[in-house]
């Protein structure tokens, strides 16, 4: 019921400006490869070169590149985001892994794993190769990241919610829920306080049921939920026999 919600709230928005522009941007998958991720970075670098898109456009190309840029030089994980992993036969894990400094995942026979530099899809190929180590022909089966997202604002539980990377943004909002008077419009994602998903492109990101990998969030994000004017209708009807009232008084006058 929630997503039917947003979407159509979102859908009274206007629709992408992708869509009304040029050179559709081509998206990876939920969890974008190296070389998606390097395809997508060359288009959007491409988009902010170029006057055939909009000044909007071309800033939103402009900033999106950063974030991929930085993904690829630094990788995904940080502190704080946890990883799900079973390696069956072996008991090197009983439930989630958290990401300390470094960023590492540490196994209490082994020791830490090193993050630096690996993006989430890449995780399992990662800790196979590196648990391979240690012992013969790791078996993972499952390695999924949760990203620890703050959510502030008209929403029903504030705090760090933990959510899967392959999650769409839609989706996401679902987990800590949407207070009554939540002004889904105007959501807009911080990091280190700044603006890196205006308003706009949050819309179109629902619309689009993009990712939060395909958005390039990490652990320490903040979406920030408004919320609309709280105004009763006693409130209202106040106003209106005001204006009213007024209305009726210079009339009589002039």
């Known amino acids: 019921m929630l997503r039917k919600i947003l979407i159509l709230v979102l859908a009274l928005a206007p629709m992408s400006a992708l869509a009304q522009e040029p050179g559709q941007l081509t998206q990876p998958r939920l969890l974008g490869t190296r070389a998606e991720l390097e395809e997508q970075l060359a288009q959007l670098e491409g988009m902010a070169a170029s006057r055939a898109y909009s000044d ?3 800033r939103q ?10 993904r690829l030089e630094e990788g995904d994980f940080r502190v704080g985001d946890r990883v799900v992993l079973t390696v069956p036969g072996e008991g090197l894990v009983a439930d989630t892994l958290q990401v300390v400094a470094g960023p590492a995942i540490v196994f209490p026979q082994i020791g830490a794993i090193e993050l630096r530099g690996v993006l989430r ?16 022909d790791p078996d993972i089966r499952q390695a999924d990241v949760l990203v620890g997202i ?6 029903s539980t504030q705090g760090i919610h933990y959510v ?8 996401a909002l679902r987990i800590p829920g949407l207070a ?19 308003k706009e492109a949050v819309r179109e990101a629902v619309q689009d049921f993009r990712s939060l990998d395909q958005l390039s969030l990490q652990a320490g994000d903040a979406v920030r939920v408004p919320q609309r004017a709280d105004r009763s209708w006693l409130t209202w009807i106040t106003v209106t026999a005001s204006l009213i009232t007024s209305i009726t008084i210079i009339a009589r006058v002039f």
Do not use: C
């Not at 703050?150 to 929403?155: I, S, W």
């Open 164 to 171: 899967p990377a392959e999650a769409s943004l839609g989706d």
């Open 56 to 58: 909007r456009l071309r």
């Open 61 to 70: 190309a402009e900033e999106e590149a950063a974030l991929l840029a930085r």
């Open 150 to 155: 703050g959510f502030v604002g008209a929403v």
């Open 180 to 198: 009554s008077n939540a002004k889904v419009e105007d959501v807009e994602i911080l990091r280190g306080g700044m603006v890196i998903w205006d």
């Open 121 to 136: 899809a890449e995780l399992q190929d990662h800790l196979t190769e590196e648990l391979g180590r240690y012992i013969r």
